[in-house]
């Protein structure tokens, strides 16, 4: 079994950071791609970014050139560095890692949400 645990989130003004973090732990060989998802209220979870573990990534394009995706491959961990932060950022932010297993299979997780919220 894996786990995903996310800190960071909390309450900003619309212009100011937040960085998220997220520790993957268990029965890990290797992990794949990880990213960050968010879900607002009343809307559908949505990709915000993800990095693969080459550091490749890929950001939604409201996000584009605010937030940072990055990653420690040897830690299992991904960070979510979210700069001139907006209302419409405002959601739970869950953490997903594609994952191979030590008994290599192959399964997707999420962290629990942590919750972001901007003031206008």
């Known amino acids: 079994q894996v786990q995903l645990v996310e800190s960071g989130g909390g309450l900003v003004q619309a212009g100011g950071s937040l960085r998220l973090s997220c520790a993957a732990s268990?029965?890990?060989?290797?992990?794949?791609?990880m990213g960050w998802y968010r879900q607002a209220p009343g809307k559908q979870r949505e990709l915000v970014a993800t990095i693969t573990s080459g550091g490749s990534t890929n950001y939604a394009d409201s996000v584009k050139g605010r937030f940072t995706i990055s990653r420690d491959n040897p830690k299992n961990t991904v960070h979510l560095q979210m700069n001139s932060l907006k209302p419409e950022d405002t959601a739970v932010y869950y953490c997903h890692a594609d994952v191979t297993s030590s008994l290599y299979n192959r399964y997707d997780y999420w962290g629990q949400g942590t919750q972001v919220i901007v003031s206008s």
């Open positions: 268990g029965r890990i060989f290797s992990i794949n791609t």
